[in-house]
């Protein structure tokens, strides 16, 4: 579904990824994981079109996209909830669930709020309340229900679990898992080691904008160099 | 003390004024609130549209009313089209940028009219120019109520579009957090060009309001921009309620001090709120921002 091949990818020039290639299949659960600022979000940003890589391809289902401006690349189905959550907080909750559907038919809408409120249910009761004023769990639950909205084939989460406490971090993953079987693949993009290979089928761990170490979560789970990428930084 | 019906006449007609700079003032503080920069050609926009009022009227013999139905959507293709294809693309999106290229623009738009028109001044004649409406004991110039009652049904039909369109929603998004909107699937550099668009029509109904009391030179827009400015300042950068009441407010002082301090002075008063707005309450009497 997703190919990433040798991207190369930073800010005015100066690279920050470097060589990053990974793949994602339909329906799996990928964690790319990764200390603070190795490149998480700058490789989402790359794949949503936020920034133009240097170098490299992105497939997304068969078609080339690293060209492509971001409202293209969300019509085919590639979200990212990004990190902060950048919600509309002076929006109420609909309104930004709303917005989220902006790039499909409007006719889908009510059907795609309704599957969003089925599976937060906080959300539906707060709907008419302003998104600032949700709490930091909710404020990510609504993040996830905007890109929901999209109708998204692929969903890029970065980092939905900061800033939550360990319990809400552990009912936001089960919710996770839950999305995933409905059909649709996720690149969980976390620091959370330990919980993200909880759930995730396979990961990647960056180190300094290149992957690192590669695998199924079993595997990384048990490799003594998982923890040496992270306390080399 | 001055006769309770002069006071009252004059804080009437500066009601009257003060919608119509409200509506000029209501695209300089939208664009702002959107896009975060001051449009420094809007004064040379509302120039252009009087001037294409001036043009419906002498040589096609369109009544400036009846044009507005022409004039809004033009403009709003013109606005549309120099920020998606020439401020947009020259400013790279730098914000400094953005304001060098609107006052370039500023220039050559008044430099262009200059050329055409060269500097005189010019009116229209309307038959309806010097009617009146009788209001109890005031006497009101009727297309200066038309203007005030059109400025206020513009200033609703947008708070309309923005509150509760689709596109209204998307402006309102990319004003707040430009990259969820983005993510979103939001065209952002389409929302920008028709904030811009919809801030060219507001101008163009200015004029057509405008025009029927008002005369026309090449350089009428520089007489605008400051009390737009003020009112935007006044009403807080970005509010479309903030610049209604801001730009009655400045119509009234504009009004009053024009009745004490004589004519030539009335533009003092405003010019003294905008500084003392500044340096107390630089947010705005509405804005509630820090
Ligand atoms: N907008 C930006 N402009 C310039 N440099 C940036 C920008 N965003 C991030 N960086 C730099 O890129 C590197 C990687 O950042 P980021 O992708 O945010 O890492 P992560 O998400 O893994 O924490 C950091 O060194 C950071 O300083
Ligand atoms: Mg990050």
């Known amino acids: ?233 | 003390m001055l006769k309770a019906e002069i006071l009252l006449a004059a804080l009437a007609n500066g009601l009257l004024t003060g919608a119509v700079y409200a509506l000029i003032a209501l695209g300089l503080t939208l664009v702002y609130g959107v896009l975060h920069i001051i449009n420094f050609a809007h004064g040379a926009t509302l120039t252009a549209a009087m001037f294409a009022v001036y043009v419906a009227h002498q040589t096609f013999g369109i009544d400036p009313y009846l044009a507005i139905p022409l004039l809004a959507p033009l403009f709003f293709g013109l606005g549309y089209s120099l920020q998606r294809w020439v401020i947009g693309p020259a400013s790279h999106g730098d914000d400094g940028n953005i304001l060098l290229v609107t006052l370039g623009l500023s220039i050559v738009i008044e430099n262009a009219l200059l050329a055409v028109f060269r500097s005189d001044t010019r009116s229209i004649e309307v038959p309806y120019g010097f009617e009146v409406v009788e209001l109890g004991p005031l006497i009101l110039s009727l297309p200066k109520v038309i203007a005030f009652a059109g400025a206020f049904a513009v200033a609703g039909l947008l708070w309309l579009v923005i509150a509760r369109s689709d596109i209204g929603k998307a402006i309102r998004a990319v004003a707040k957090e430009k990259t969820g909107a983005a993510l979103c699937g939001i065209p952002v550099g389409h929302v920008y060009a028709v904030t811009f668009g919809i801030g060219a029509a507001c101008l163009a109904v200015a004029a057509c309001l405008l025009m029927p009391t008002f005369l026309v030179n090449p350089r009428i827009g520089n007489a605008f921009v400051l009390v737009a400015f003020t009112i935007v300042v006044l009403g807080g950068m970005g509010s479309i309620g903030g610049a209604l009441a801001g730009g009655l407010i400045i119509g009234v002082v504009e009004s009053l001090s024009g009745l004490y301090l004589g004519e030539s002075l009335g533009q003092i008063g405003i010019f003294l709120i905008f500084l003392v707005v500044l340096l107390f309450r630089p947010t705005g009497l509405f804005g509630a921002r820090a």
Do not use: C, W
């Not at chain 1, 609909?94 to 009510?110: M, P, Q, V």
């Not at chain 1, 999305?179 to 976390?190: T, Y």
């Open chain 1, 1 to 233: 579904m997703l190919e990433v091949e040798a991207l190369t990818a930073g800010y005015g020039g100066i690279p920050v990824l470097r060589d990053v290639s990974l793949t994602i299949d339909s329906g799996e659960i990928v964690a790319v994981l990764g200390a603070n600022g190795v490149g998480k979000t700058t490789l989402n940003r790359a794949l949503s079109g936020l920034i133009r890589p240097d170098g490299g391809a992105i497939r997304f289902e068969g078609t080339r996209i690293e060209r492509l401006a971001p409202p293209e690349i969300v019509r085919m189905g590639l979200i990212h909830v990004p990190e902060g959550r950048k919600i509309f907080p002076t929006m109420s909750v609909r309104e930004n669930l709303e917005l989220g559907g902006y790039a499909r038919a409007r006719t889908r809408r009510a059907a795609n709020l309704d599957r969003v409120f089925a599976l937060f249910p906080r959300l539906g009761e707060r709907r008419r309340q302003l998104a600032g004023t949700l709490s930091g769990g909710e404020q990510q639950m609504l993040a996830i229900g905007r890109g929901l909205m999209a109708e998204p084939r692929l969903l890029i989460l970065d980092e939905p679990s900061l800033g939550l406490s360990p319990r809400l971090v552990e009912d936001l993953f089960a919710l996770v898992v839950r999305i995933a079987a409905e059909g649709l693949a996720i690149m969980l993009v976390e620091q959370n080691v330990v919980q993200s290979l909880e759930i995730a089928g396979r990961a990647y761990v960056l180190e300094n904008g290149r992957v690192a170490l590669a695998g199924p979560a079993a595997a990384l789970r048990a490799d003594p160099a998982l923890e040496r990428a992270y306390l080399g930084m």
